[in-house]
């Protein structure tokens, strides 16, 4: 049944509004997640994205595809960002794009692409959505454990069902296992690895899965003490930004700014002295996501 913005506002609460929309996002994403464990380590046309490190196959459009008919059908003036038909053009108007849509969809078919075609088990669907410039829902899936990470803006975080918190604010770096990715692009991979090499000597143990939003939701659920990326793209971190926050989390860009969806650098956490600590060694190694960064 489609479920558009007018009807909604006049026989729907706001919060109806969002769990109608959580629960399209958790089937779709779901369906998509039956095509990547089917397709893993299989897929037969693999294709790069500028840099042969960037990968997209078949079966992400496939899973973008999947996903936008869901959201269509149900949500008919909702507006979609997704990474593998999205311009860059869309990329750079997203600002304006999120000020005049009511509901816009911001998803990643397979956050992991490496990690898929390789046939690791590493590889999620990451659905946010925003209404105006903040997300409102949050839906990331794990289809090789079942993980389904959820949240609604003010109503907490959850992993299949269950109430999520992030580490104790008081946790002590040493005390915490760092989670890092690694950008695409040869320069700015460079300058993140100044940041891990200022970072991990202090930590209790540094991972590296190849899915930023697998990294922000196992952050969420205490699993993680923090991570931090140069050069994110909004599709990369939009759900797990939320399902982080609700979990009582904090995030950032990497020089402790707020973050904006246009995404770029962030840095995920269980917040406290934790946080700037962190932030205060990226600083030092001058890996902060300033433009020099970026390039």
């Known amino acids: 049944m489609a479920y558009t913005t007018e009807g909604a506002k006049a026989g729907a609460s706001p919060e109806d509004l969002k769990m109608e929309i959580e629960g399209v996002a958790k089937k779709a994403a779901m369906e998509a997640g039956r095509l990547i464990v089917a397709a893993s380590g299989k897929a037969q046309n693999v294709e790069t994205k500028?840099?042969?490190?960037?990968?997209?196959?078949?079966?992400?459009?496939?899973?973008?595809?999947?996903?936008?008919?869901?959201?269509?059908?149900?949500?008919?003036?909702?507006?979609?960002?997704g990474e593998e038909t999205s311009t860059s053009e869309e990329?750079?108007?997203?600002?304006a794009t999120l000020a005049d849509s009511d509901w816009t969809w911001i998803v990643d078919p397979i956050d992991g692409t490496l990690n898929f075609v390789g046939g690791l088990p590493l590889s999620v669907v990451s659905i946010g959505v925003a209404?105006?410039?903040?997300?409102?829902?949050?839906?990331?899936?794990?289809?090789?454990?079942?993980?389904?990470?959820?949240?609604?803006?003010?109503?907490?975080?959850?992993?299949?069902?269950?109430?999520?918190?992030?580490?104790?604010?008081?946790?002590?770096?040493?005390?915490?296992?760092?989670?890092?990715?690694?950008?695409?692009?040869r320069p700015v991979r460079e300058r993140m690895l100044r940041g891990v090499s200022a970072v991990a000597p202090h930590a209790r143990t540094v991972r590296a899965l190849g899915t930023a939003a697998l990294h922000m939701s196992y952050v969420a659920a205490g699993k993680l003490a923090c991570f931090f990326?140069?050069?994110?793209?909004?599709?990369d971190v939009a759900a797990a930004w939320l399902i982080v926050e609700e979990a009582g989390g904090r995030v950032t860009d990497m020089a402790g700014k707020p973050m904006r969806?246009?995404?770029?650098?962030?840095?995920?956490?269980?917040?406290?002295?934790?946080?700037e600590r962190?932030?205060?060694?990226?600083?030092?190694?001058e890996c902060t996501g300033e433009e020099s960064d970026l390039r």
């Open 50 to 81: 500028g840099v042969r490190s960037d990968l997209v196959t078949e079966v992400d459009k496939a899973c973008e595809d999947l996903i936008k008919q869901r959201v269509q059908e149900s949500f008919p003036d909702h507006s979609i960002l």
């Open 91 to 95: 990329l750079e108007r997203l600002d």
């Open 131 to 185: 209404k105006a410039n903040r997300v409102e829902v949050g839906v990331v899936f794990n289809p090789y454990s079942g993980e389904l990470f959820t949240a609604r803006r003010g109503e907490g975080a959850f992993l299949n069902g269950e109430r999520i918190s992030v580490l104790p604010p008081e946790t002590e770096l040493e005390d915490g296992a760092v989670s890092v990715g690694f950008p695409s692009k």
């Open 229 to 235: 990326e140069l050069n994110l793209k909004p599709w």
């Open 261 to 275: 969806l246009r995404a770029g650098p962030i840095l995920a956490s269980c917040g406290g002295q934790l946080h």
């Open 278 to 285: 962190v932030l205060s060694l990226l600083r030092e190694a």
